[in-house]
C-alpha cells in the first residue's frame, strides 16, 4: 500500500509534532516553512550586535507538560531540559528575597504548603489565598460558561482577595503564565491554570528550562528525526494557496509557484496566517473559520545583560514591586563557565515596554537591577540588546475561549494545528504540541474509516 502524504504548513512546534506523529502511524508528512529556519515562535538566533547565540525569549515549561516532554523526548532533546522536581524559585521585593518553595515529597498538599513559608504575604493573606485555591479545586469550569465572561482579578475579589494577595501571589503566576495582566485575562483560564498547575500533583508546577539554543531544541531534533524517518522538511517555502480536487485539499501551491501535492493538508500556522491561506474566500466564507479573525495576540520583549561578574546566584528569580519581572541567569541556565554573567530580563504583556527606543529601556532596566541585585552596582556592562516579539502569544481574554477552532475543519482533508487551535491550554509550547497530536489523532481516525485515502 503506497503511503498516505501529508502537506503541514509551517515549521513550528505545532507542525513539526504533528509530523512527528504521524510518521508514528506511518504517514508520511511533509513540512513546509516559510522561514530559513524551523521552531517558529521558538528560535535561538545570532544577535549580530552582541555576537551572541540568543533565544527569541526565554521560554519555560512545567511538569504539567507532559506532552511537549514526550515531544521532546521523541526528537532526541530530553537531555537537552531540565526539569526541577518540585516548585521552588526566589521572589524578591525591595532587596528581600523569600522563597515559594516545595519540599520533596509525593504528594499535591507540598504546592501549598510551598505558600506558608513564603514572607512577601502575611499571615491572613495566606488564608485568603488557601481558601481561593480551595474554590478553584471546587470550581468546574467545563460545565459554568459563567467564567469566561469576567476576567480573573474581578473572580478572585469576588471571591476573597485583595491587592495584597494578587499582587504578591497570582498575579505573580498569571503575568509570565497567561503573558497578560490578571485584569485581562478571563476566569476561566485563570483558574484552569491554577488548578493544573498547583492543584493536580506535586510535579505540575516544576519548572522546566531549555538548556540549548531554541532552535537547536525545538528545531534541529525535529529536522532529524523526521528527516530520518522518512518525512520532508523543505524551509524557505511560504505557502499561498491550497490545492482542491472534487472540493478535498490536496495540496498547497507556494508563492513562487512550487505545487506540493498530497492526500490531506494540515494548516499549523497562527490564526490570522490560516485567514490569509488562498482561496481566501473559501475559508473566509466558511462560518467555522469566522471566529478566528477575533484572535489577539500579546507581546514579549527580552533585555538581554552581559555583565562582566557574577551578580546573581540563582538560575532565575521573580521580582514584586519593579519593573523587572522575571530575571534569569542565562550564564549558569545555559552551564557557561564565563567569568562575565548574561542576565535576561523576560517582560510579559509588555505594551508598556514594546515601543520604547533601546536607550531609554537601556536606563531603566540597569537601574532597577541595582535596586533588586546589588552586585549589578559594581558591575560594568560589556554587552546590552533587546529583542520584541510583538505577537509572541495569543490572549485569553474573557470569550477567548470561542476563538479557539477545532483541528478537523469542514473542509474534506484541510486540519488545523498551532497552540492557538482548541487545546484548553494558553500560548504554550505545551499547546502548540498538543494541538499536533489532536490533528494527526484525527488524520488517522480519517484514514481508519477511509474517509482519507491514497
Ligand atoms: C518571546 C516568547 C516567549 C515565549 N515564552 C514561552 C514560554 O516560556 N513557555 C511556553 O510554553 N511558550 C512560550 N512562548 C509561546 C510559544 O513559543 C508558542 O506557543 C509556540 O512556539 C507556538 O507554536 P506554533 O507552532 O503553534 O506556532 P508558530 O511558532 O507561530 O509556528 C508557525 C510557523 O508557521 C510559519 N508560517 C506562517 N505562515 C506560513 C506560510 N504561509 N507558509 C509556510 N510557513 C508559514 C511561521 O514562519 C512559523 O514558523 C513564547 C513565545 C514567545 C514569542
Not at 522561514?35 to 521558538?42: D, H, K, N, Q, V
Not at 557557561?336 to 554573567?341: C, E, I, L, R
Not at 535576561?344 to 536607550?359: H, Q, T, Y
Request: hydrophobic share 45%.
Amino acid at each position: 500500500m503506497t503511503t498516505v502524504r501529508v502537506i503541514i504548513i509551517g515549521g513550528g512546534i505545532a507542525g513539526l509534532a504533528t509530523a512527528v506523529r504521524l510518521i508514528n502511524h506511518d504517514i508520511k508528512p511533509v513540512v513546509l516553512e516559510k522561514r530559513p529556519f524551523l521552531g517558529g515562535r521558538a528560535f535561538s538566533f545570532y544577535d549580530r550586535e552582541s555576537g551572541e547565540e540568543i533565544d527569541n525569549g526565554q521560554h519555560v515549561f512545567l511538569g504539567a507538560c507532559d506532552q511537549f516532554l514526550q515531544y521532546i523526548t521523541e526528537i532526541g532533546g530530553a537531555d537537552q531540559v531540565s526539569l526541577n522536581k518540585r516548585i521552588g524559585f526566589p521572589v524578591i521585593k525591595r532587596g528581600k528575597t523569600s522563597w515559594i518553595k516545595a519540599k520533596n515529597l509525593p504528594t499535591r498538599i507540598v504546592n501549598l504548603l510551598a505558600l506558608l513559608g513564603y514572607n512577601h504575604i502575611g499571615f491572613i493573606g495566606k488564608a485568603q489565598i488557601l481558601w481561593g485555591l480551595l474554590l478553584i479545586l471546587l470550581c468546574n469550569t467545563k460545565t459554568e460558561a459563567k467564567h469566561d465572561k469576567i476576567n480573573f482579578d474581578q473572580w478572585l475579589r469576588n471571591h476573597g482577595q485583595n491587592n495584597e494577595t494578587i499582587d504578591n501571589f497570582w498575579n505573580l503566576i498569571v503575568l509570565p503564565s497567561l503573558n497578560d495582566q490578571i485584569t485581562a485575562v478571563s476566569a476561566k483560564t485563570g483558574i484552569e491554570l491554577f488548578k493544573v498547575a498547583l492543584l493536580s500533583s506535586a510535579e505540575n508546577p516544576a519548572i522546566g528550562i531549555p538548556l540549548e539554543g531554541l532552535s537547536t531544541l525545538v528545531g534541529e531534533n525535529a529536522r532529524r528525526y523526521i528527516e530520518n524517518n522518512g518525512g520532508e522538511i523543505h524551509t524557505g517555502v511560504a505557502v499561498d494557496s491550497l490545492d482542491f480536487k472534487a472540493e478535498r485539499a490536496v495540496g498547497v501551491k507556494s508563492v513562487n509557484g512550487l505545487l506540493f501535492t498530497g492526500d490531506a493538508v494540515v494548516s499549523a500556522v497562527p490564526a490570522a496566517a490560516m485567514l490569509r491561506l488562498k482561496p481566501t474566500k473559501l475559508i473566509n466564507s466558511n462560518i467555522f473559520f469566522k471566529a478566528a479573525k477575533y484572535v489577539q495576540t500579546a507581546p514579549i520583549v527580552a533585555i538581554h545583560i552581559w555583565y562582566d561578574r557574577h551578580v546573581m546566584n540563582e538560575p532565575y528569580a521573580a521580582i514584586l514591586d519593579s519593573p523587572l519581572q522575571w530575571v534569569f541567569n542565562e550564564t549558569m541556565l545555559k552551564s557557561k563557565k564565563d567569568t562575565s554573567q548574561h542576565i535576561v530580563i523576560s517582560l510579559s504583556g509588555a505594551w508598556e515596554w514594546k515601543d520604547r527606543p533601546k536607550n531609554e529601556l537601556r536606563s531603566i532596566f540597569v537601574e532597577a537591577m541595582k535596586e533588586s541585585f546589588p552586585l549589578t552596582r559594581e558591575a560594568s556592562i560589556e554587552k546590552f540588546t533587546v529583542v520584541k516579539m510583538l505577537d509572541a502569544t495569543f490572549r485569553v481574554t474573557p470569550g477567548s475561549r470561542l476563538t479557539r477552532l477545532q483541528q478537523r475543519t469542514p473542509i474534506t482533508n484541510f486540519y488545523l494545528a498551532g497552540d492557538w487551535t482548541d487545546t484548553g491550554w494558553p500560548s504554550t509550547m505545551e499547546s502548540a504540541v498538543r494541538s499536533g497530536n489532536i490533528a494527526a489523532k484525527f488524520i488517522v481516525e480519517d484514514v481508519n474509516s477511509g474517509t482519507l485515502k491514497r
